[in-house]
């Protein structure tokens, strides 16, 4: 066990798989950086920080500076993964997918099912994602539940050091294409990473809390807020199950189910905004499925239908917050 | 012309298969056989063939949505692919393509396309993969006048420049983008020379005689498979049918299918040339022209009667595990 932070985790993890896999090549913009400057190659690393030292190590051949081009980043990593590379794409912002997006959901994501089953396209597709950085509407989105929508692909989203490490290798040694999202509050979190290979299968969710009363569902940059609730309430005796669900597709809907027969209240945080969310996904799925488990309505705690706002007063206001999260775990606990 | 009798055969053969396919189709789409939306790539085979009779199954191609003759051209089978496009279970890609999609990535055919302007990126990537396993394949990126206004196509022309990619750029230029002409919808009026803007060197040609555009296409293979980073070609050819089947062509000029049909048939001045200068004998070529028949006829009564995919395996494929 050593102690790391994500950005160097999701750094070590790459080095190791590419050390491991000289089929593996990686390609983004800036992740060397410095190409055709005066000051030479290996300026950045990465904006984050995650694809420092891979150039020095794996050469220009496999770790790959691309112009800014993002639909051609993904065609390149496809068509590469098509003709038997393994491929890692940076995306630098999630929300930059926009230029992209057609090389995700309609080639990347449909290939093999509209190739009878006779191709693969092992790629990651790597982003940051998420507000609170005041990085205002169009470098803050938190774009899982677009991605959790399309067939094809997988969505990984870690939320700790550890599950950073096994998530990180699962998808690069994944055949299917997984788009890995990485949140910006969390490239600094610190902890306790089991050393040597370390993998985790997708759909399996972690349970950050457990408790009796409350089942709290969420998953990336939401569960330390979940978590901050959840503690502040043990204060006062009540317990609640926080449920990490680590992959969006797919997903653990087991864990939750299971959970909300236990407890019989649900509360879904979710950062991105309400309509057609996962907090409405997984409402559905409760209310389909544990219905009779219920003893209090579903409570969601979301973004609101807005663009992210720049002002630290509106992102405050934008963003689920502990405090909003208790307030709608004890609004559940007191129905009735 | 300096073929020897077998590869100038073949690739008669090749043309010869890709027009009667396209043929039967628009005969067949017509009488209701086949679900869906179907572009036909009639009037351009001296391109595809001209492309793929250059190639191995160790290079790549990346076709688009009027993909049946690129198929066809890289060595897709025939009767695979007429199942595929009736729908059947026993289709190239098990009745889930239909015309749009059609792939063998067994034979270096990553997909025909739906998406007009997404193929050349994922060229690229293939282009990348070559250089990377150095062993001389090349990709090509067929692209038509419609697909050079996308800007993917622009990034794709850059980042092959960027990373000294064995990629051929290869736009057929037949006039039309869907229902749009080129002269209106190109700026420049000039497809070719925009990717020469890119910094890559660009080769122009007669796209319906197939000794030019092969001739063309051998150029700008070696030159790929040298190492010299990516080459553009653009070929001036026909489409004899709308852009999708059903198309009334209304923008089309007075006469201008009768008269591109005359004058502007691949197959008619292969026929005309390799006879005047004895080649091959007009046997030889009824001969082929027989064996296409045959081939298409036992492909259309197959498909025909063969079954569709079950309800069930609507749901296979869409990932390897999940």
Redesign the interface.
Known sequence: MAKLTIREVINQTIHAEMERDPNLIMLGEDIVGGAGTAGGQEAIGGIWGTSAGLFDKFGAGRVIDTPISEATIIGTAAGAALAGKRAIAEIMFADFVGVCMDQIYNQVAKFRYMFGGHSTCPIVIRMSYGAGLNAAAQHSQAVYPMFTSIPGIKVVMPTTPADAKGLLTQAIRDDDPVVFLEGKLLYGVSGEVPDGEYLLPFGQARMAREGNDVSIVTCGQMVMFAEAAADAMAKDGISCDVIDIRTTSPMDEEAILDSVENTGRLVVIDESPPRCSLATDIAALVASKAFSSLRAPIELVTAPHSPVPFARELERAYLPNPARIEAAARKTLSYR | MQLPRDALLRAYRQMKTIREFEERLHTEIAKGEIAGFTHLYGGQEAVAVGVCENLTDSD?I?STHRGHGHCIAKGCDVKGMMLEIYGRRG???????GSM?I????KGM??A???VG?G??????????????GKGSV?VAFSGDGACNQ??TF??L??AV??KLPVIFMFENNHYSEHTGADYAVGSKDVGGRAGAFGMKVLKGNGCDFFESYEILREAVEYCRAGNGPIAVELDTERFFGHFEGDPQRYRGKGELDRIREQRDCLKSFRAKVLEAGLLSEEALNEVDAEVATLIEDSVIEARVAPGPLPEQVL???????
């Open positions: 790549y990346v289709g190239l890609c098990k009745g889930r393509s999609h792939a063998d990535v067994s990553l997909g396309n739906g998406i997404a050349a990126p994922l060229a690229v990537g293939a282009g990348l993969a070559a250089k990377l396993d990709s800007g993917t990034e794709a850059n980042m960027v990373l296979e494929d869409v990932y390897i595990s999940y």
